[in-house]
């Protein structure tokens, strides 16, 4: 048995780029920025923050998310497995690039989309408030009677 899974929080470094291919399926491609905060250590050596970037390659419907709703700056979450590719350059140089294919992908920390009517509810409330009224607002308006339990 063998586990291939990467999960990253982090902020997008660039503006995805989406190309769609054959049968219209689509590919979006983006780096994504992780940062491990900085330490003094007990001999007084500041560590400064490290930075690592990740290449993210999205497929089918999360590219089409990234296509709406990715910016570069957009703090995500993503889910996938490390994919490793190598090509040769026209002067014989071999390179490797090392991918994620993400089978998930989360938009974490933007502000919620408000309604004029929620607005009008609302005004004056803070941010997360209202984005709290409205999730709880929406609760009690779904009569899904489907649910498990």
Same mark, same amino acid.
């Given at each position: 048995?063998?586990?291939? *899974?990467?999960?990253?929080?982090?902020?997008?470094?660039? /503006?995805?780029?989406?190309?769609?291919?054959?049968?219209?399926?689509?590919?979006?491609?983006?780096?994504?920025?992780?940062?491990?905060?900085?330490?003094?250590?007990?001999?007084?050596?500041?560590?400064?923050?490290?930075?690592?970037?990740?290449? %993210? %390659?999205?497929?089918?419907?999360?590219?089409? +998310?990234?296509? *709406?709703? %990715?910016? *570069?700056?957009?703090?995500?979450?993503?889910?996938?497995?490390?994919?490793?590719?190598?090509?040769? /350059?026209?002067?014989?140089? *071999?390179?490797?690039?090392?991918?994620?294919?993400?089978?998930? +992908?989360?938009?974490?920390?933007?502000?919620?989309? +408000?309604?004029?009517?929620?607005?009008?509810?609302?005004?004056?409330?803070?941010?997360?408030?209202?984005?709290?009224?409205?999730?709880?607002?929406?609760?009690?308006?779904?009569?899904? /009677?489907?649910?498990?339990?």
């Amino acid at each position: 048995m063998s586990v291939n *899974k990467v999960i990253l929080i982090g902020n997008v470094g660039r /503006d995805p780029e989406v190309r769609y291919l054959e049968g219209g399926v689509g590919v979006a491609s983006f780096t994504l920025a992780t940062t491990e905060r900085g330490y003094k250590t007990q001999t007084g050596v500041q560590i400064p923050d490290r930075t690592e970037w990740h290449n %993210i %390659i999205a497929w089918r419907g999360l590219a089409q +998310i990234a296509e *709406k709703f %990715i910016k *570069k700056g957009t703090q995500i979450y993503v889910e996938g497995k490390l994919r490793t590719r190598s090509w040769d /350059d026209q002067a014989g140089g *071999k390179h490797y690039v090392t991918e994620i294919y993400a089978d998930n +992908i989360e938009l974490l920390g933007g502000r919620p989309v +408000i309604n004029n009517a929620a607005a009008a509810t609302t005004a004056g409330a803070p941010a997360a408030q209202v984005n709290v009224q409205q999730n709880i607002q929406n609760a009690l308006n779904n009569n899904d /009677d489907n649910l498990p339990f």
